[in-house]
């Protein structure tokens, strides 16, 4: 006699999980109907992470408690995981992979074969050696990486202080196209912005989960944050990473990102070019000035920046307004 087992069952977009109990692959595919609201005479199969399609009731009972098995229309298929993997790192190094003709040669099946490869590893990883922090305890974590960084903590404090830098030099860039903006006054205005961030060494703390002020918890867990007009990840479970972790948790970590609700390219800069044309002028009997605080907040503080997972990372325009940054 079979025995019930519980199941967790998502659609191919893995929008939703649902946990279900069931003996039979037929009772299987009735809850999921009704579970998912479908039309009692849709024909659906299961699909397992990896790809695999689960066809007979033998294989069925194969399956340990609690697999993910993921719901598609007959003759569909969904995204295994090391696909998703591959779809989400080409995505985010985009530019980077259409920089070089070596570049290009990089990135082929070979290399898309690795991904998947990784994606598989990443189910057998180890976690007991999360929460050691020196690099003599977890050396394999340290493996291929070009730093002099003694401990996780201080990698992860530098990767959070490249990014906030990042921001600062494409600011600067953009503004300095800009012909409407006077140098003198734009010069001052990123000095001001680049001894703030001198200030808090560049908000290297955000990703330090030693740091008081880190995103993370002192474990090194790191949570979605949700897309820019959300107050929370709407995927069940939210989306987590630990980079603290493993050496391939650490690599699939710099897909995630640090998002400008306010949009910074298309919001903040147009602002702070229009407060830098109009600072000079008079409001009644006071002279207008840039308002630097607010400009460094919009820029490269939480009270702006969201931490999300590619998912929830939305590239359209933004319906967010900046500035004016004027006082």
């Known amino acids: 006699m079979a025995l019930i087992k519980g199941f967790k069952v998502t659609d191919s977009e893995r929008r939703i999980r649902v946990g279900i109990a069931v003996k039979t692959l037929l009772e299987l595919t009735q809850k999921t109907k009704e579970k998912f609201k479908l039309k009692s005479d849709l024909e659906i199969r299961f699909q397992a992470p990896d790809g695999t399609i689960i066809e007979s009731e033998d294989y069925f009972e194969t399956l340990q408690p609690q697999t993910l098995l993921i719901w598609v229309k007959a003759g569909e298929r969904a995204q295994t995981d090391a696909e998703i993997l591959y779809r989400t ?27 998947f490869k990784l994606a598989e590893l990443l189910k057998e990883v180890e976690t007991d050696k999360t929460n050691e922090s020196e690099r003599k305890l977890h050396p394999e974590w340290f493996q291929g990486l070009d730093t002099t960084a003694k401990t996780k903590e201080e990698y992860m404090f530098r990767r959070a202080q490249d990014r906030v830098r990042t ?16 140098s003198e006054k734009l010069g001052f205005l990123l000095k001001d912005l680049q001894e ?5 060494k560049f908000f290297g703390c955000y990703f330090d989960r030693s740091a008081t002020k880190s995103i993370c ?36 970590f710099q897909t995630w990102n640090l998002d400008h609700a306010i949009e910074r390219t298309r ?9 830098l044309v109009h600072d000079d002028k008079l409001n009644g009997k006071k002279k207008k000035i840039i308002d630097v605080e607010r400009i460094f907040d919009d820029l490269f503080t939480r009270n702006n920046l969201k931490f999300v997972h590619i998912v929830c990372h939305d590239k359209g325009a933004h319906d967010t307004k900046a500035g004016p940054y004027l006082i």
């Open 167 to 182: 921001y600062f030099y494409r600011t600067k860039d953009e503004l300095i196209k800009n012909p409407m903006s006077q």
């Open 89 to 115: 790192i080409r995505e985010v190094n985009e530019e980077y992979l259409t920089a070089g003709e070596k570049v290009q040669e990089f990135f082929t099946e070979k290399m898309k074969n690795k991904v």
């Open 217 to 252: 918890d002192e474990k090194g867990n790191f949570f979605c944050e949700g897309r820019w007009d959300k107050p929370c990840c709407l995927y069940i479970p939210v989306h987590s990473i630990n980079p603290y972790k493993s050496p391939e948790e650490r690599i699939i």
């Open 196 to 200: 703030k961030l001198k200030q808090v």
């Open 267 to 275: 919001s903040i800069i147009p602002s702070i070019k229009d407060a």
